[in-house]
């Protein structure tokens, strides 16, 4: 009985003893959430850097709501993204503004641009009105005709658009291979090519030969790049060719240099030009020119503008116009017509108001 008592109270104390025991044990260790500094800080670096400005911003550009990490302060800021439309493909317009948004694109911190073809010079003006676009590059018919509500935009001026520079000049020609066609009255019963029918030049030759000169019975045909209508000389659809665009003009030299091209000024009906559009001017295409030009050519041509929104920031354009002015050999070599940078005599007759920053930068120039 007494062992019985004994056993009894032994397995009491063992009992007492597990139950104390487990009391006391530490529970086994867990994952502990993270403090709120370290939270933050890890969502901090994890964030995206700050919205880039968009080409629709401008004008309206709204702070972003991320904020940059606190660690990065030296981080350039993103650059500002916008668009520059640059007339039809082939022209020298194009050629210009693609040189423009290269060499700016290179050393730029704060402008990034994105080149688009635009139908003509003439409707340039009109798509940076309506806020399509951001800058263009366009012949005098369009920066004239907008800046004056005349021509295309009679009644309707482009008020929002300002004159950012202007480079040129442009050169009006025509180029054939037959041998008889000397001057515009031998141009009688011929076929004659254009560029696309939005073109300054296209406008130019319509009413020319449409107003002032019904009697030769030319009708221009277009074509939809300035490039298609020297294949169409080359290839025979097209008798004569006539276009004004910055010289040497690419695709005229490759034909000049395959076959015999007589390159004829127009310098005869310039009188006549004037009173369609009264800031052209008599210009002189150097012999040697083009292969087989071997004197000089008497024509008529006017510079040509690049045109900016009146709301992009005065800053913006002072850096692209800083840009320009210091790298400008590298756009004489991608664009070697564009031998003139703010020249005062283009701006003064490219007929439409200069950006704030623009008059700015000429008086910078003045000193």
């Known amino acids: ?13 063992v009992i007492v003893l597990l139950v104390l025991s487990g009391c006391t044990k530490k529970p086994a260790a867990t994952t502990a959430p993270p403090t709120t500094a370290k939270a933050t800080a890890q969502t901090t670096l994890a964030s995206p850097a700050p919205t880039q400005t968009t080409a629709t911003q401008v004008g309206t550009t709204q702070a972003s709501t991320t904020k940059p990490a606190a660690t990065t302060p030296s981080t350039p800021a993103a650059k500002v993204k916008l668009t520059i439309l640059t007339g039809a493909e082939g022209s020298a317009q194009r050629t210009w503004a ?11 911190t704060k402008v990034q641009l994105t080149a688009e073809i635009s ?43 300002r004159l950012m ?17 000397n001057n515009v009255q031998d141009l009688k019963g011929k076929k004659v090519a254009t560029g696309p029918a939005t073109a300054g030049a296209s406008v130019l030759f ?10 030769l019975g030319v009708k221009p045909v277009n074509y939809g790049s300035a490039g298609d209508l020297v294949d169409a000389v080359r290839d025979g659809l097209a008798e004569v060719g006539i276009y004004g665009v910055g010289q040497p003009w690419a695709p005229l030299y490759e034909l000049a240099t395959t076959q015999k091209i007589k390159i004829i000024g127009m310098a005869e009906v310039f ?22 030009q071997t004197t000089v050519v008497k024509s008529f041509g006017s510079s040509s503008g690049a045109m900016v929104r009146a709301d992009v920031p005065d800053e913006l354009v002072t850096d692209m116009l800083t840009i320009l002015e210091a790298h400008y ?10 031998i003139s940078f703010l020249d005062p005599n283009a701006l003064d007759k490219a007929g439409m108001r200069l950006h704030p920053a623009t008059a700015k930068w000429l008086e910078h120039l003045k000193k």
């Open 1 to 13: 009985m007494w062992r019985n008592r004994v056993i009894l109270s032994i397995c009491s104390v």
């Open 98 to 108: 693609i040189a423009m948004s290269n060499i700016i694109n290179k050393y730029s």
């Open 119 to 161: 139908p003509g010079t003439n409707e340039t003006p009109g798509i940076l009105q309506a806020g399509k676009a951001h800058l263009a590059v366009s012949g005098q018919p369009g920066t004239y005709d907008a800046g004056n509500g005349v021509g295309t935009y009679a009644g309707k001026p482009a008020t929002d658009v």
């Open 165 to 181: 520079a202007a480079w040129g000049p442009t050169f009006y020609l025509m180029f054939t291979k037959n041998p008889n066609v």
């Open 206 to 215: 319509k009413a020319l030969f449409e107003k002032h000169l019904p009697e």
């Open 271 to 292: 009188e006549t030009v004037l009173k369609e559009q009264p800031y052209r001017e008599i210009v002189n295409l150097p012999a040697n020119t083009y292969p087989g």
């Open 329 to 338: 050999d590298e756009m004489l070599v991608a664009a070697p017509a564009a």
